[in-house]
């Protein structure tokens, strides 16, 4: 296809704002299905975890035709914990289109992926979305767009740049906010009319810079970039090239060769500058590396990935239960999966440690991780994880911690909970704006003044708060922050749980398991209600004698216990515990299980 007739664009937004459902319409409408074909909704979060969850966590290639000219779209995902996505993908695309809330308007991650586009140079659609909300604000929300772009720097034809009003769920797009749409044609229209076509010239030598990996179990790794300049053919002989090591030079053959056409991959012989085409036959490629003719090795600049700000201790499952429930239980197993995960995903960092079974990996945040986690889980790996930690730097020989940009919108009889408590954990407010009976306050917190917090804030907004944050900066270190206020409950003998051990236990607190739950000495069984360790026996049972005694054998009640998500676990953890993963269980549990070796240790401690 002739370049002026191929547009490159990535949609981009904070999570939740209605990126891949807007993508859902523009397929539909783009011819992609057929009129009596079944459709699902967000197509494009085809993982088992995405579709779950309700998010996108790796970004995707799809394509649709507009009256004769093709637009490659890349649909990104919108949590800061996967920015790293986002930042690789931009370098293939010639232009954006910014998707905001009607009603929420610009929010932190927003700003983070609107800055990573504005300093690549590319054009941006603004398109305003849920318009249709009943508490949509769109003229004051179109404001804040034009604040946030001259924030950012934008050039004045950055700042200028069109703005369209959608709504993703019924295909509609106007240019007036006041003009209802019929379809999505204006935006068909302003993504042909303003993105620019690719440049690049097809009659130099290849030039393929490598910006996402896909795996296949029959073919191997898929390499995914955009033709930078000349012709890439099926079975083509060319050479492998790295920018920031120019020595390793590689040969390599193109076996197969796709481009992306509606959700799925066509089969070519051939494609030319511009085009944005997905390939195998190169089983070790890594994102980042250049593919280029033999005669002309000229490797391409990787855009730099932000840095990991969190770090947790991957290790093989040592506890009484291991090897019961896993298919990979091995420090091989693990060590060969977190290499795999590295090969697709650039912001994380795997670091081997003195023991040949621990692992430190870091990542952008806990979502990050834990997806990570919940991922390999299900794939059949067992093993454990400690709590997460937070990666200082030294910067001018001062040691500094990553501070989030914490954006909460809650309900006004909520705000002094919430300043409250992010200000016992070190959080300095930035500001607060009104936004119709609710209130938008912004805060910098250091990274680890938000382990655990996010349920707290839950409950503190009784359900109704939305928090979000993003890596705002690194500042000097800001003392000591209390991790949590509440003890663990830990079970004192190897055994299984009876409704009279539990019984007697949960005075002391709030329970995790139920009876008939198999539990090892040192497993962390429920949270105290005291601010410190205890020690409950859940397995004992009720002594039986040959007398009877009015109401001794009444029905002993229960509550209901506490069953922890994987987040919740990961945030309940600390420093002493671990958490143990199988693919059957999520378990919490004590460094040092003996009971009298960890009391000598508490002891030394103090």
């Known amino acids: 296809m002739a370049q002026e007739n191929i547009r490159n664009i990535a949609i981009i937004a904070h999570v939740d704002h209605g990126k891949t459902t807007l993508v859902d319409e523009m397929l539909k409408q783009g011819g992609i299905y057929r009129e009596n074909q079944a459709t699902v909704d967000r197509v494009m979060d085809s993982g088992d975890l ?70 690549l140079g590319h054009k ?5 979305n849920k318009i249709d909300r009943p508490d949509q604000r769109i003229h004051e929300v179109c404001d804040e767009v034009l604040e946030l772009l001259l924030d950012l720097n934008a050039t004045d034809e950055q700042f200028e740049s069109p703005t369209l009003f959608c709504s993703g769920r019924q295909g509609t797009a106007s240019y007036s906010p006041d003009v209802a749409g019929e379809n999505l044609e204006p935006l068909f229209e302003t993504i042909v009319n303003y993105i620019e076509p690719p440049v690049g010239d097809e009659t130099a030598p290849l030039q393929l810079l490598v910006s996402s990996i896909d795996y296949n179990d029959f073919v191997g790794r898929i390499a995914v970039g955009r033709i930078e300049r000349g012709v890439i053919r099926q079975n083509q002989e060319v050479t492998v090239c790295d920018y920031y090591n120019p020595d390793s030079r590689q040969k390599a053959k193109v076996v197969a060769l796709y481009t992306f056409d509606g959700l799925g991959r066509t089969p070519v012989t051939e494609a030319s500058a511009g085009e944005i085409v997905a390939f195998s036959g190169i089983s070790d490629i890594t994102i980042g590396r ?22 947790m201790t991957f290790s093989i499952n040592d506890s009484p239960f291991a090897g019961r429930e896993g298919k990979y239980v091995t420090s091989r197993n693990l060590r060969d999966r977190l290499q795999k995960e590295l090969l697709k995903d650039v912001s994380l960092h795997v670091t081997e440690m003195g023991q040949t079974d621990s692992f430190n990996v870091a990542g952008r945040g806990e979502m990050h991780l834990s ?25 001018d020989g001062v040691l500094c911690e990553p501070l989030e940009r914490v954006v909460a919108d ?6 002094g909970a919430v300043i409250e408590k992010l200000g016992s954990r070190k959080g300095d407010m930035v500001s607060m704006t009104p936004v119709g009976s609710r209130m938008r306050i912004e805060f910098l ?5 938000l382990f655990g917090y996010r349920s707290e804030f839950l409950t503190d907004t009784r359900g109704e708060g939305i928090m979000s944050s993003v890596l705002d900066s690194y500042a000097p270190m800001r003392g000591e922050i209390e991790r949590r206020s509440i003890g663990s409950l830990v079970a004192f003998e190897t055994g ?37 360790d205890m020690s409950v026996n859940v397995c004992k049972r009720k002594q039986l004698t040959n007398m009877r005694a009015s109401g001794s054998d009444e029905a002993l009640r229960l509550t209901t216990p506490k069953v922890l998500s994987l987040e919740q676990s990961l945030e309940f953890l600390a420093d002493d515990e671990l958490l143990e993963v199988t693919p059957k269980n999520i378990r919490i549990r004590k460094r040092i299980l003996d009971h009298g070796e960890r009391m000598k240790a508490v002891m030394k401690s103090r």
Do not use: W
């Not at 986002?86 to 009607?102: C, H, P, T």
């Not at 809650?410 to 705000?415: A, G, I, K, L, Q």
């Open 50 to 119: 995405e579709r779950e969850r309700g998010i996108t966590i790796l970004a995707k290639n799809t394509a649709v035709h507009y009256k004769g000219t093709k637009i490659n779209i890349v649909d990104t995902p919108g949590h800061a914990d996967f920015g790293g996505e986002v930042e690789r993908i931009l370098k293939m695309v010639n232009g954006v289109i910014l998707l905001v809330d009607a009603a929420e308007g610009p929010m932190p991650q927003t700003r983070f992926v609107l800055g990573k586009a504005l300093e």
């Open 124 to 128: 941006v659609i603004v398109v305003v």
């Open 290 to 311: 250049t593919i280029c003719a033999p005669e002309a090795p000229e490797p391409l600049p990787f855009v730099k990935i932000s840095d990991p700000t969190i770090e």
């Open 371 to 395: 997806i990570l986690i919940e991922t390999m889980r299900r794939e059949g790996y067992e093993f454990q994880v400690s709590t997460p930690r937070v990666l200082t730097k030294e910067i």
């Open 410 to 415: 809650v309900p006004e009889e909520n705000v």
């Open 445 to 449: 917190v250091p990274s680890r003044g």
């Open 496 to 532: 299984e749980a009876v409704s009279y051990g539990l019984f007697n236990a949960q005075e002391r607190g709030a329970l995790f398991i139920g009876p008939g739950t198999p539990v090892y000495a040192g497993m962390v069984v429920g949270q105290c209600s005291r601010n410190e």
